[in-house]
């Protein structure tokens, strides 16, 4: 790992522009990750649910299964309820997806150990651990904010079967409520469980990626075919999605601040880690996994199929 990060430092000059082109991957990736949200935030918003409800001491529950989640929200909510803060989630997914994708390949490209090489497994996974790293920046109130909304028809639902009323939020009053009570600092709760979660995630799927995608078929000018690059991203998202999903499962309790009725309350990653095991077992920090694979699958599917096709180049001309 030290010779890879001197071989960073080695090479931090910055490169010729026909070697890497850094802003038309910054463009592809925030497209990539636009259209990959839009097609499938409704999985997302059942995923966050599900992740959230906490099961009572004679095992009741709100919902039953994914599907039930589905029916329910629908039902209560609407069509639009099921894209519940992807206005948060498309607005700050344009830096996030470009950050990370952008990011990953710009330190491969600085780690390469020269044309025509195949990067070591070990340096794979520093690029892809650096590029989590990055995008935490972004991730951490994009998340914050997004779950806040997903979770609002769970949360009037429990209240409402409580005798309680929750008064509605939106994206920009949370925010704006944040900011004064806590500061900047407030939109970044939960910034450890989402590096734990994003690092860990990029350290498995980039070089996982990046092997399947070297196994299918190529163009005459050494690039992906699109139906091979969806595949693998496909493969390599829901395999990472389902190894890390218990970071996820943390992470998204720590961030919810308006609880329902009798839903825990935690100061921290161990702490929520620890109540989290002995209140609902095991089994508890991979709710939501099964949904979180068929968000996470067709997500970076979509993603990468997209950044890897070039609209930026076609746009810019460089094509």
Same mark, same amino acid.
């Given at each position: 790992?030290?010779? &890879? ?11 010729? $522009? ?24 409704? @999985? ?15 095992? !009741? ?10 029916? /329910? ?22 830096? !996030? ?24 497994? !070990? ?34 639902? &429990? ?5 309680? *009323? ?12 944040? %900011? ?18 994003? *690092? ?17 078929? /190529? ?15 496909? &493969?390599?998202?829901?395999? &990472?999605? %389902? ?53 996470? $699958? ?14 930026? !180049?076609?746009?810019?001309? @460089?094509?």
């Amino acid at each position: 790992m030290a010779g &890879a990060i001197q071989a960073f430092k080695d090479n931090s000059a910055p490169k010729p $522009a026909e070697q890497f082109k850094l802003i038309p991957k910054i463009i592809n990736g925030g497209i990539a990750g636009i259209i990959g949200v839009s097609v499938v935030f409704p @999985l997302d918003l059942v995923k966050t649910r599900l992740q959230n409800q906490v099961i009572g001491p004679h095992g !009741e529950r709100m919902y039953k299964s994914m599907f039930d989640c589905f029916k /329910k929200t629908y039902k209560a909510e609407g069509y639009f309820g099921m894209y519940k803060g992807s206005a948060v989630n498309i607005l700050l997914i344009t830096p !996030e997806k470009a950050i990370k994708l952008t990011a990953n390949d710009t330190f491969r490209h600085y780690l390469s150990l020269g044309p025509g090489q195949q990067l070591p497994i !070990e340096r794979e996974m520093l690029a892809g651990g650096l590029a989590g790293a990055c995008q935490i920046v972004i991730t951490t109130p994009m998340e914050l904010l997004k779950i806040q909304m997903q979770d609002a028809g769970r949360v009037a639902m &429990a209240a409402k079967e409580a005798g309680k *009323v929750v008064p509605k939020i939106s994206a920009w009053s949370l925010t704006v409520d944040l %900011l004064k009570k806590r500061g900047i600092l407030g939109l970044y709760q939960g910034t450890g469980a989402t590096a734990l979660r994003d *690092v860990t995630f990029s350290v498995i799927y980039f070089p996982l990626f990046a092997r399947l995608n070297d196994l299918g078929p /190529k163009r005459e000018d050494g690039s992906s075919v699109f139906w091979c690059s969806f595949l693998a991203g496909c &493969a390599a998202g829901s395999t &990472a999605a %389902l190894m890390v999903n218990p970071f996820d499962v943390i992470k998204t309790r720590l961030q919810v601040i308006k609880k329902a009725p009798g839903d825990p309350t935690y100061t921290g990653v161990l702490d929520c880690i620890l109540k989290t095991f002995k209140n609902e077992g095991l089994t508890a920090f991979f709710k939501g996994g099964a949904c979180r694979m068929i968000v996470i $699958a067709p997500l970076f599917g979509i993603a990468q199929t997209v950044y890897y096709l070039g609209v930026a !180049e076609w746009l810019l001309g @460089l094509k």
